[in-house]
């Protein structure tokens, strides 16, 4: 590890090479925190991300390389640390681990690791809503992660986000090619948030003594209304399939048996297709304004 930053109090961020990881490295810099990244890869934290996700290696002060889902590797990590915060789970990685593995089991090795550092409070980013999805793989590891704070006795904060604007840029994709595929009848209610805003809050939590923050974004739209706003970016009038609900389960149980990960992963997708998910609007960043970002870029 390198220390080239002075004043301000040390905070590890793990998940720094993730979409709310490299916002979170940014926000806790410009704040003034001496920011350490935990990331299985330095290299990585000085390429730009996905999704317009910003490099952020030189906004770093130290970088601690270690695998969090290895207990033993972290006791450097999180040694004089003031502050945790962790986006650490599987959203797009390929790496055949599991929600278990990685959103439960890592993060515990991390909240372990924090208490017998005597770290002083540990921000954890969840999901929003838990019991309206309850039962699918990824909230039972997230809830896990957020049962063993409640037992540490650790101070902490929990992040709930609504969807992610990452997970938007799916339906320019789909506007591009010409028709766009909504779950069910589509009519479901959402307020996806900007990475950097949900970076706001986290860093916000750190000093927090709320024990759960809610983080969604300024616009409420149904899943079709989003749909049609990327066809109204491109210009184009929107073509908008509705895929039963039937089928889509009927995928989703056929890749789970290929791909035990990929169906658990399709399950949640397919949920989420149909629960609402409108949580306290707390961001700034438009949706409307990512797409136009994504369509000048691309
Ligand atoms: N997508 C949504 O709409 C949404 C909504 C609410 C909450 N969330 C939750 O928010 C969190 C952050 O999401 P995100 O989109 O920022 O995720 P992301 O871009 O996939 O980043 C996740 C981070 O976790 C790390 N990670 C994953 N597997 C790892 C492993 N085996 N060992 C070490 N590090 C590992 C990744 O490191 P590498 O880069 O090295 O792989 C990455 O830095 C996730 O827990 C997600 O479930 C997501």
């Known amino acids: ?21 490299r916002y979170a490295v940014a926000e806790l810099a410009a704040r003034g925190y001496r920011v350490r990244a935990l990331t299985r890869s330095a290299e990585r934290l000085g390429e730009a991300g996905p999704f317009d996700a910003p490099a952020v290696r030189d906004r770093c002060d130290e970088v601690a390389v270690a695998e969090v889902t ?22 797009r990685q390929r790496d055949g681990l599991t929600f278990d593995q ?37 909230v039972r590891a997230h809830e896990k992660v957020v049962q063993a704070l409640g037992e540490s006795g650790l101070a902490h904060t929990i ?13 320019l994709d789909m506007a591009r090619r010409g028709r766009s595929f909504v779950i069910g009848d589509g009519s479901n ?13 986290c860093a916000d939590a750190i000093d927090s003594t709320e024990p759960e923050i809610g983080a969604g974004g300024p616009d409420v739209f149904t899943q079709r209304e989003a749909a049609e706003l990327a066809f109204a970016v491109l210009g184009r009038e929107p073509r908008i399939t509705e895929v039963p609900i039937w089928l889509c389960r009927g995928l989703a149980r056929g890749i789970g048996l290929l791909n035990r990960q990929f169906g658990d992963l399709a399950d949640f997708l397919v949920t989420a297709g149909q629960v609402e998910a409108v949580a306290p609007a707390v961001g700034r960043r438009r949706l409307r304004a990512y797409f136009e970002e994504l369509n000048a870029a691309s």
């Open 159 to 171: 992040v709930r986000p609504s969807g992610y604007f990452s997970d938007m840029g799916v339906l």
């Open 70 to 91: 290895d207990r033993s590797s972290l006791a450097p990590a999180v040694e004089g640390v003031e502050a945790v915060v962790s986006s650490v789970g599987i959203s």
């Open 1 to 21: 590890m390198s220390d080239r930053s002075p004043g301000g109090k040390r905070v590890l961020l793990a998940g720094s090479t993730g979409y709310v990881g």
């Open 102 to 138: 990685v959103d439960h089991r890592a993060n515990r090795n991390l909240v372990e690791a924090s208490r017998e550092a005597g770290v002083g409070k540990f921000v954890y980013v969840s999901l929003w809503d838990p019991a309206a999805v309850a039962g699918l793989e990824i």
């Open 189 to 201: 209610r959402m307020n996806p948030i900007h990475g950097a805003d949900v970076a706001r809050v």
